[in-house]
């Protein structure tokens, strides 16, 4: 076994660990700003292997777009609402365990079947493109991907608008929160939270 | 045109002549370069600090350091070196973990974005195809070294200071990919070697500054903002914030993020000069003034001449830029929180895209100026 070879195996038994614990932690930490720290190390790890299979351009557009902003935000909007407070039992907590447990058992079970059923092996060694490849993402976004690529803009501009429609409050009359009357004057007043629950 | 030095080459036939294997050899090389451009990272760190230290006190008519060796150059060391020696404080109301792990988050990915800043042809430590866009994706973590220090601090001008500190950086990281996006553009590569290459064909008239003017300036400032350099340095604004995010931090903590910023500092301003003035270029070409004096450009000493020329070069105009920013941050003052923003998001943001949107007219237009 060559050196090069040894140091793969050991990277990626060493990168899937921590995805695998990061994970663990990100759904099971009580505080909610550990699992969004161990998300972001979840994320670079991902892209750590994508770095293992030569598709460095995926692994830094990995790093940019879910480290550098998904999680950023995710971070920044966790730190703007930090209201130390008791979550309040959920009555029906059992079933609401049994329901989810069975939608994620569910999508376990269909990843392994694409897992078992489809050919991974490449037909040669030489397939692998490696550092072609951000040419190669160009050129497959801009034709045959082209109807994904562009309905995913739609979506993501949806999101924008519906975002800043939130966001400014003089765009209408009523808060949607809370349902008052928005005072038109004072934008910037403090109101309650969105993520806290109102009894 | 493939030509330079290849130290890696020769170093590894020098290994393979005392009969070892050509893979050892490589683990044997492997660390060689990044020691090397961690070593020249430090350095220029203390240059740097001495630098700020004296160009700040001409600015306010002081003598500045004096004592400390000559002219006061041991200064930075002696300033680190007490750094070293403090006592390394973590507040009891604080989070013990992610206290730590913040300034380690935010050193590592400015250290690792050194791995494309090339020296030379092949001075440097790798050439990913990926080149710049690593840079831009490293730097996108720092933030949440920022906003982790800010939070474990328990202290309210800490969490501020993080989370302006997160803001700034995602406002800024915008226009500044847009505007290497143009740089890119033109030459068909993400890699930082082919960028050098692509503006080496007449010396400085084929620099990029002349055809990305927009571009650099954007980029400069987008840069300097990125840094948390004075008038950007909100994140830290002592009138407002006494430290911001380092407020809580003491010792060789505080000398992670320190040394983080000047580190950046300095990485910026060498990315500035490999994006937009040349790189390791010699204003005239070098190999016009070898054929001028009838001397084989592929000669070894000629060779050793040129790429210590090129090193000359990338130091001396990276620490131009540094000269330049040290003079912006004891001459400007401070903007503010809604300033910062303004600019960011509704000038830079819509300047940079226009930037982008022409540069890509004038390459259809003029292939043969603007990279075809």
Not at chain 1, 139 to 163: C, K, N, Q, R, T
Not at chain 2, 270 to 298: H, Q
């Amino acid at each position: 076994m060559s050196i090069a070879i040894t140091t793969q195996i050991i990277c990626f038994s060493v990168l899937s660990l921590v995805i695998l614990i990061g994970a663990l932690g990100v759904v099971l930490l009580e505080s909610i700003v550990y699992s969004a720290f161990l998300l972001g190390g979840v994320f670079m790890s991902v892209a750590g292997l994508y770095l293992l299979l030569n598709a460095s351009f995926v692994a830094a557009a990995q790093v940019l777009v879910y480290v550098g902003a998904v999680n950023v935000l995710i971070i920044f909007a966790i730190m703007l609402v930090n209201k130390k407070e008791d979550l309040k039992p959920i009555s029906d907590i059992k079933s609401r365990r049994i329901i989810s447990t069975s939608i994620c058992l569910t999508l376990l079970s269909l990843l392994i079947r694409v897992d078992l059923t489809n050919v991974w092996s490449l037909s040669s060694p030489q397939n692998s493109i490696g550092e072609e490849s951000t040419i190669r993402i160009g050129e497959h976004l801009f034709s045959d991907y082209l109807l994904p690529f562009e309905v995913a803009s739609v979506l993501l501009l949806m999101a924008m608008i519906g975002a800043i429609v939130l966001a400014r409050r003089d765009v209408m009359s009523k808060d949607i929160s809370t349902g008052l009357p928005v005072d038109q004057e004072l934008l910037e007043k403090s109101s309650e939270p969105l993520l806290t629950n109102k009894n | 045109m493939e030509y330079g030095l290849d130290l890696e080459y020769s170093f590894n036939e020098f290994l393979k002549g005392f009969g070892l294997s050509s893979e050892i050899a490589h683990i044997i090389w492997l660390p060689l370069p990044m020691l090397l451009v961690l070593v020249a990272a430090v350095v220029g760190v203390l240059v740097t600090v001495w630098l700020e230290r004296k160009i700040s006190a001409a600015a306010q008519q002081r003598i500045g350091p004096e004592y400390a060796g000559a002219l006061g150059v041991l200064q930075p060391i002696a300033d680190g070196l007490k750094l070293l020696v403090k006592e390394d404080i973590i507040p009891a109301k604080a989070d013990g973990i992610l206290f730590t792990a913040g300034p380690i988050l935010v050193l590592v990915p400015v250290i690792l974005s050194w791995l494309i800043v090339p020296f030379g042809q092949n001075l440097l430590i790798s050439n990913v195809g990926i080149g710049i866009f690593l840079w831009i994706a490293l730097s996108s973590i720092q933030p949440i070294g920022l906003l982790m220090s800010g939070y474990a601090s328990n202290n309210k001008y800490s969490l501020l200071g993080g989370l302006r500190a997160a803001a700034q950086s995602i406002s800024y990281e915008i226009p500044l990919a847009l505007s290497v996006l143009a740089i890119v553009l033109m030459t068909n590569s993400l890699s930082t070697v082919d960028i050098v290459n692509q503006q080496s064909g007449a010396g400085i008239l084929s620099w990029n500054i002349w055809r990305q003017p927009v571009g650099f300036i954007v980029f400069w400032i987008c840069a300097l903002a990125e840094c948390e350099r004075l008038p950007f340095d909100l994140p830290e604004a002592e009138e407002e914030l006494v430290a911001g995010y380092q407020t809580e931090y003491a010792g060789m903590k505080f000398a992670l993020f320190y040394l983080g910023s000047y580190i950046n500092l300095i990485l910026s301003a060498l990315l500035v000069s490999i994006l937009y003035l040349g790189g390791w270029g010699f204003p005239i070409p070098v190999e016009l003034i070898a054929n001028f004096l009838n001397l084989p450009i592929n000669a070894p000493l000629i060779q050793v001449f040129t790429a210590s020329v090129g090193i000359v070069m990338t130091v001396l105009k990276a620490y131009l830029l540094v000269f330049i920013a040290i003079l912006l941050r004891w001459t400007t003052p401070r903007v503010r929180i809604d300033q910062l923003l303004d600019l960011g998001w509704k000038f830079l943001l819509p300047i940079s895209l226009a930037n982008l949107l022409i540069t890509a007219g004038l390459k259809l237009a003029f292939p043969q100026f603007f990279g075809g």
